[in-house]
């Protein structure tokens, strides 16, 4: 059974760091991986997706990469600011099976950026 | 191009009660998926549906159903609703060049069972 896991839960920073946000994910057998970003009770906004045979994606201050041997990704901040201040979820789609393409979640990272 | 809606954006219910969520996938998409959202969790896979077919379910019981419509809008029925039923039930849309893109989310409808 596939399981996410991400870590901190919680990261409180100051404006203008750099900033790492982890996943791991338990079965390797995954079709992609993305981040969304979800403020509060709101829905979720894609970030990046990450396909299973790439390393890495970038969109402007948001770099993630993709390790699928060892069952890990990485969101990177870069200069953070204080409109990051989100929750930040990790989602593997699973390759096979009826479920093919739905997305399994990790609890998020919820992260305040302090000005 | 309209995004992913969803209707209502807040219910109240009583335990025992039925209700109907409704969402209007992007313009294009044939493919929709649900997801339930408690509080401080990820959000959970609920079911998908593929041409007005449920083609993948997730560790839900049968009181959770749904339909697609011809305009691949979906609704979501849950049936004798217990109390850990609230949560932020999201609607996703995925376009017809399948699992390898992503999915569009909607807002989301926030359900409180009381």
């Known amino acids: 059974k596939q399981e996410v896991t991400q870590i901190p839960a919680a990261l409180s920073v100051p404006e203008g760091e750099n900033l790492v946000l982890n996943c791991s994910f338990t079965?390797?057998?995954?079709?992609?991986l993305q981040w969304f970003r979800q403020d509060p009770g709101k829905g979720l906004t894609s970030l990046l997706l990450?396909?299973?045979?790439?390393r890495e994606q970038t969109s402007g201050r948001l770099n993630a990469s993709l390790d699928k041997s060892s069952g890990r990704s990485t969101l990177y901040i870069a200069a953070s600011q204080p409109g990051d201040s989100a929750t930040y979820l990790c989602a593997v789609s699973l390759g096979y099976g009826g479920s093919q393409g739905n997305l399994i979640f990790g609890k998020g990272t919820k992260l305040s950026v302090k000005p | 191009e309209t995004g992913v809606t969803q209707s209502p954006t807040h219910l109240i219910k009583t335990r025992g009660q039925q209700v109907t969520l409704r969402c209007s996938s992007q313009s294009g998409h044939n493919t929709v998926s649900w997801y339930q959202q408690a509080l401080g969790q990820g959000p959970q896979f609920i079911f998908q549906y593929y041409r007005e077919e449920e083609n993948g379910r997730g560790n839900f019981p049968p009181r959770f159903s749904g339909l697609q419509f011809p305009n691949y809008s979906s609704e979501l029925n849950v049936n004798a609703l217990e109390l850990d039923d609230s949560a932020l039930y999201l609607c996703?849309?995925?376009?017809?060049?399948?699992?390898?893109?992503?999915?569009?989310f909607g807002p989301g409808t926030r359900l409180t069972v009381l």
């Open positions: 990450i396909q299973s045979s790439q």
């Open positions: 079965d390797s057998a995954i079709y992609n």
């Open positions: 996703a849309s995925r376009p017809p060049s399948g699992a390898k893109d992503t999915q569009y």
